[in-house]
């Protein structure tokens, strides 16, 4: 990892998009499984997914793996130098939490 004030090499900001590439690829899919999964339970006919609890479970799991592939991929592109984006507008704390 370069110091802040040095220009991250070739080699550095490879390994850094491979990293990103890699976080993303894993994150995204587990994302994707949970919501099929979710379709699916909703369109069996025993509606596995009978309550607004069970859907906010789903979604709210969906919402964690999304804030944690966002801290991931900005703590990669800060070692290298880059800038660092406005977290989500919404604090993890309150997710699921009632209005």
């Not at 802040?4 to 390994?15: E, G």
Request: charged residues 20%.
């Amino acid at each position: 990892m370069p110091e802040h004030n040095q220009t991250p090499t070739r080699h550095t900001l490879q390994d850094t998009v491979e990293s990103i590439e890699s976080l993303s690829h894993h994150g995204f899919s587990r994302i994707g499984s949970i919501a099929r999964l979710a379709i699916i339970a909703m369109e069996s006919p025993a509606q596995c997914l009978r309550t607004p609890d069970d859907i906010k479970h789903a979604l709210s799991t969906i919402w964690g793996l999304a804030d944690d592939i966002e801290t991931c991929i900005s703590n990669e592109s800060i070692a290298v130098g880059g800038q660092c984006r406005q977290q989500s507008d919404t604090p993890t704390n309150q997710r699921g939490a009632q209005p």
